[in-house]
């Protein structure tokens, strides 16, 4: 057999018949030729006599079945099972778990997989729960467990890393402390940590997981509600997080004094922040801007806690951002038309390349005219945008919105402004407006969204000065005005334009 062949074929799926009288001593010639092929990536097991031979080597996807279980003795032990050698298990990339299995044996097999990157257990996130009725729990820690797992189908939540543990706290923390064997997870291993719904229990019982690993660089924690945090009281006296590279916080309350912000919070390494729901200006207030110099990539919705911060707010993201040495990426919600805010960005003109300005809003506002804050980017600072950061290729921004009707978009005072962006190539405008209508629908908003940024595509085009986008987005946030004058209802319509559809 070729040794450049990178994965074995098996007969096709139609003839069963071929695949069941292929006699065994052909299957194991096969595996003898394969097992010590470096280049093999995946091994289809379709035979059933498959099963009954050992893993290659080299293998990289193994699927294991009840038989195979048997076959090794995978539930009689920790060790005494061939399966698990380090010589037959290093390589493996890929694994499928059957549901007959019983989970904690799955766990105990993942711990020895050195460089797993794909586990794949059900489709049905239905199924699974009826089949398990813990089976939070159990997914959770046979996916702990596997600590550079990269993709679990059936849970939509977990975005995918390259390396990283992902937990969701489903039950009380008593369970967790009973049932949840953290001391099975390498944490030497771990570089990335999300954790989804953070409660006060969590911070006990992952704490191994975050104090003394320094070779974890990501840490994202997601509070189940507004106003999580890690209490100070179960902060020990000599706990310090590592030097990790990408801060992301949401639904956290940031009330840390000094000491725990100094101590336990290490910002050496930190270049990545985002910030969702977290009290800014508690934020920037505590932390000194010494700490957030070296960032490159900042996000944040600018969360205050009373509508009336929204321009000290502002104030303080600009004081931070002219403090930040070379920024790459910058997304704020903000007063964007706030001049001390584009004056902090005259130092990142050579490095900024993504930019997104939203506009304070408060969608509980009785009249339309209080919901959207005043100050927005208009043409002229859309000029100051260009000169200053000519680099940009992204950019997103709430861009002259109307409160008079979407048909009354009035685009063309900016074309001249946009066209001067000759690197730009994805565009993104965010427009607030409303219809006077008793039923909203958001079918006429999507239509006249498409002639909106289609007909402004080809007046940016025609001018022939700017650059050629690949794509611009128009989002309209659509407020339901019945004749009874009040708006409790919203809903959003997007429409993208490509240039290819010019």
Known sequence: MDHATSSLVSPPATNTK??????????MTIFEDVQDQRTLRQLRLVSTQFEELITPIWCREVVLTPDIVAQYGLDRGWADHSMLQVQRTVHTRRVIVKKELDWLLVNRLLSTLKNLQSLFAFESPDEIRDEFPRLEYQVEAFRAVAWRVSRLRGDPYTPTY?????MRRQYSGRYLSENFAYTWLPTSRLTSLKFVDWDEYSYQYISPLLLGNNQLKTLHIAGEYTGTMIEERDIGDQDS???????????????HSPM???SFWNWTNLTVLELKRVPILHFLYTVPAENLARLQVFKTDGFCLDNSDWELATRSLSDLISKIWHLYELSLTCNV????????????????????LRC??????????DRISQKRVNSVQLNFIQVVCPYLTTLALDYRPSVSGV???????????LTAFRNLRRLKIYVWTCISTDEGSDEPVMAINYRNARGWNERLASTKLGAKFEHIVLNTEVWDVPSNGFSDATFAAEV???????
Do not use: C
């Open 18 to 27: 071929m695949q069941s009288q292929l006699p065994p001593e052909i299957l």
């Open 162 to 166: 390259d390396h990283y543990l992902a």
């Open 241 to 255: 997080l590592p030097p990790i590279k990408e801060l992301s916080l949401q639904n956290y309350d940031w009330d």
């Open 260 to 262: 725990i912000i100094n």
């Open 337 to 356: 038309g706030d001049q001390r805010l584009l004056l902090s960005l005259l130092g990142h003109g050579a490095t900024l390349h993504t930019l997104e």
């Open 360 to 369: 304070y809003h408060d969608p509980f506002a009785t009249h339309l005219s």
């Open 407 to 417: 048909e009354g978009l009035d685009l063309a005072a900016g074309d001249y402004a």
């Open 496 to 502: 993208t334009v490509t240039y290819g559809d010019l």
